[in-house]
């Protein structure tokens, strides 16, 4: 084979493969592909909550030489349904298990916490204790309302 015609194979094959790699990236990124990479969005359907405040909660935690005081209110949100759920049967045992969690961590830990952390973990030992109390978890979310520390 001559130079020549080593060179313009060597130039088709070139612009063969930059060809295909723009008409893959094309259809992959394009709107409504199989990938969901550029996927529109549809919007959803608005979701409807009810809420119950668990007002002034407060808790003693034991700190560097002190004693410091935490006080929260808290939201509980469920979803709205046409009967309306009865939280008064539920906020003694919100009340029980965020003061006896919260009493438990040191001053520091507790107020280096993200508010974001700190609904997480309320979640989860409301969710635990309920179970553990055989009791109906009346909510979906916990959260902060309101957030004191003395």
Known sequence: ???????????LLNVITVAGGVGVSYWLLKPGSATGVAEEARPAEPSHYEFFPVDKIIVSVRGEGREHYFVLDLVLQAEASDKPKDFTQAEPIVRNSVVAYLSSLAFNELRSMQIGELQQRLEVVLFEDFAS??????????LVNKLLVQ
């Open 133 to 142: 109390k055989n009791a109906v978890v009346p909510f979906k979310h916990v």
């Open 1 to 11: 084979m001559s130079t020549s015609r080593l060179v313009l194979l060597m130039l």
